[in-house]
């Protein structure tokens, strides 16, 4: 028995300072309302959202390169949201906060990019954000850096600058549940396995981009990130 046409090629992300080494993707997890400064300026309640991302979605950033993100079809304000990604290298159902830190491989940087005006019709509505948080390519991730290289990651700088303005600024100790709690929660809706993502929340900046825009950001001690919008 054999595939009626070629299966995808695995995702994978690449891991920071082994040239060799790919991180396989499973599913990618993000986290909305993390950040309550974000929260506000989106009108928004603080208790987190959780949603998915199809895998395929995601653009793999080696570090030093620069990722071409195409601007959506059928949006006129998409939007950037910086944030940090964790990479689980094992996980479970209903575990504890402590479990899950030991599930952590290590850290990446990501961007989100958002249909926010899609987004925000969508949620005013009260059905799924597929088409304003689903978009093909809009989700840049750096090399994973591997959690024992970064250390603890309760006061991080998170930043992001368009075409070299700072838009987005905030510290990962802003974020209102830690990235083991996240994962524990997450844990007691979906059976966690190594090669998941999670996207944890964005602190407060996001705005719009257009077409030629460049973006540049960072977390401390995870990596750099760059981008351009086609």
């Known amino acids: 028995m054999g595939f009626i046409f070629a299966p995808p090629p695995q995702a994978v992300l690449p891991i920071a300072g082994e040239p060799e080494a790919l991180f396989p993707l499973r599913r990618v997890f993000l986290i909305g309302h993390n950040y309550a400064a974000h929260n506000k300026e989106l009108g928004a309640p603080d208790d987190p959202v959780i949603f998915l991302k199809p895998v395929d979605a995601v653009v793999p950033v080696p570090e030093g390169q620069l990722a071409d993100i195409p601007y959506p079809p059928m949006s006129q304000n998409f939007q950037h ?3 940090l990604v964790v990479a689980l290298r094992a996980g479970g159902r209903n575990i504890s906060e402590a479990q899950a830190a030991e599930c952590i491989y290590g850290y990446a940087v990501g961007i989100d ?3 926010r ?3 925000f019709t969508m949620r005013d509505k009260g059905q799924p954000w597929e088409k304003g948080k689903t978009c093909d390519a809009a989700l840049p991730v750096t090399a994973v850096r591997k959690a024992e290289d970064v250390g603890s990651i309760e006061d991080l700088q998170i930043w992001l ?3 070299g303005v700072r838009k987005q600024e ?3 100790a802003q974020m209102m549940h830690s990235a083991a ?3 524990a929660h997450l844990s007691t809706f979906w059976e966690l396995k190594a090669g998941d993502i999670v996207f944890t929340g964005t602190p407060k900046g996001v705005g719009p981009v257009q077409v030629g825009d460049v973006l540049q950001g960072g977390i401390d001690k995870v990596g750099s990130i760059y981008a351009r919008i086609i």
């Open 181 to 183: 709690k996240l994962i």
């Open 117 to 119: 005006d899609w987004h």
């Open 161 to 163: 600058d368009v075409n």
């Open 113 to 115: 990019f958002t249909r």
């Open 170 to 172: 905030g510290s990962t």
């Open 81 to 83: 949201e910086i944030e």
